[in-house]
């Protein structure tokens, strides 16, 4: 959405751009057609993708803005999980640079194979 939403300023388009929140299953696994993909074993491990968002999200809010180090911990949950990484990024959530201490902000983005399916989720955060 940051990439549209840049196109569109950029390209002075006469569209609003509106969001809206990722929907989730109850165990926090964004809803996605790709899940249709994973057997019943991998859909049981993949929430692991939005437990580590949210807790880099906790780490952050709570004021830990050492986010090489809120990346590694989280990568290696996930890897321990049996997905295969592609990223995890903390990042400036307009132009998604990559994120400092001050922003206010932020998206945490991620994408991981579980199998052969592809998993991407994000979570947004505004710490003003």
Do not use: C, W
Not at 46 to 56: C, K, N, T
Not at 105 to 118: E, F, H, K, N, S
């Amino acid at each position: 959405m940051a990439v549209i939403r840049a196109m569109v300023r950029d390209l002075n388009m006469p569209i609003q751009i509106i969001g809206e929140p990722t929907v989730r299953a109850a165990d926090g696994l964004a809803l996605s057609s790709r899940n249709g993909y994973l057997t019943e074993e991998q859909r049981a491990v993949a929430p692991v993708l939005y437990r580590a968002l949210s807790q880099i999200a906790t780490a952050i809010q709570d004021g830990d803005h050492d986010f090489a180090k809120l990346r590694a911990e989280q990568i290696q949950q996930i890897e321990a999980a049996g997905l295969r990484m592609d990223y995890l990024e903390v990042r400036q959530g307009v132009h998604l640079r990559p994120a400092t201490a001050e922003d206010r902000d932020v998206v945490i983005l991620v994408a991981a194979y579980l199998g052969a399916t592809r998993l991407i989720d994000n979570l947004h955060l505004n710490l003003a």
